[in-house]
């Protein structure tokens, strides 16, 4: 199983307004924006938590694409709901509500199968919880996680024990900053890279991203789209086809493979923005798939 990914983090419902319209209790969570990327390249399992009111339709979704819910656990009550609302130019989401449900007291259990996983992404949830799983793990050949501002101001310590145990660490600009107190981002990775990581990917929206990884610094454009719809999720549709990708070589150490996961994570969140929820990229062909990142790679003369 050294190509499976196993994956924890938040399956969701999403309720999400901007000026192309809105979606109520749409298909979403950080695990499964994740998933559908990443299942395009490699074998997937999730571990989360949704409520009694999970729509047997999005069950159903995410196993017609090759990720494996054995470890999606429903527990009494509602499954995590995010109200939120985009200004004009994306740059800016509002939260009208965060109702995390069910999703509060989620304690991720991992079975056999799960502990075998090569791969494993730590999506965005509580840096203790993220350390559990990877104390029930085997011995995983690539391990990720991204976090977020607020587990940096809350629990600090605890990620930075995280850290010193993972290979590769996704974070945006503003939370690089608040980790490192540095300000210029080529510092603040060097920065990170000496609490553990290997590797740290900057998100930075709809500038593109950064990969930091040894003695190596890459940066790439986020792939031009005409028509952005809902950029909910591209953050983590970009880490599950970045991973996808690596978890699918012989060697992801290999700076010219993890340069082409770059791409792949670009175009994969190009497509995530195009539809509200999870409609693009759950519906995309590897044809649409390649064409697209053979146009983008050629562009960037990225062999």
């Not at 509500?97 to 069910?102: K, P, S, W």
């Not at 290997?198 to 003695?215: E, N, S």
């Not at 909910?232 to 493979?257: E, H, I, Q, R, S």
């Not at 969140?269 to 983008?296: L, N, P």
């Amino acid at each position: 199983m050294k190509n499976t990914i196993l994956v924890v983090g938040s399956v969701a419902l999403d309720s999400v307004e901007t000026i192309h319209g809105s979606t109520s209790k749409a298909l979403g969570g950080s695990a499964v924006h994740f998933s559908l990327s990443a299942s395009q390249f490699s074998p997937v399992q999730i571990v989360g938590v949704v409520g009694q009111d999970f729509p047997d339709k999005y069950r159903g979704y995410l196993k017609r694409r090759n990720i494996s819910l054995a470890g999606l656990e429903v527990m009494p009550g509602k499954t995590f709901h995010w109200v939120g609302k985009y200004d004009q130019d994306f740059k800016n989401a509002t939260t009208i509500a965060t109702e995390l449900n069910v999703f509060e007291h989620f304690k991720p259990k991992l079975n056999g199968e799960h502990a075998r996983c090569g791969v494993l992404f730590l999506a965005n949830i509580d840096p203790d919880l993220q350390r559990k799983v990877l104390d029930q793990m085997g011995k995983p050949r690539l391990v990720a996680c991204d976090t977020m501002n607020y587990w940096i101001s809350l629990k600090k310590q605890s990620l930075l024990k995280l850290l010193r145990k993972v290979d590769m660490l996704f974070v945006n600009e503003e939370e690089a900053r608040q980790l490192t107190g540095e300000y210029n981002l080529i510092k603040a990775a060097r920065k990170i890279m000496k609490m553990g990581p290997r590797g740290i990917i900057v998100k930075r929206g709809d500038a593109g991203a950064m990969l930091f990884f040894k003695d190596n610094v890459l940066s790439v454009p986020a792939h031009p789209i005409e028509r952005v719809v809902d950029p909910t999720g591209a953050g983590d549709t970009f880490a599950g086809g970045f991973m996808g990708y690596l978890a699918a070589a012989p060697d992801w150490k290999d700076f010219n493979v993890i340069r082409r996961a770059m791409a792949c994570g670009t175009v994969m969140s190009s497509f995530s923005v195009e539809d509200f929820s999870t409609k693009r990229v759950g519906g995309i062909s590897k044809k649409e798939i390649d064409a697209r990142y053979h146009k983008y790679v050629g562009a960037l003369r990225i062999k």
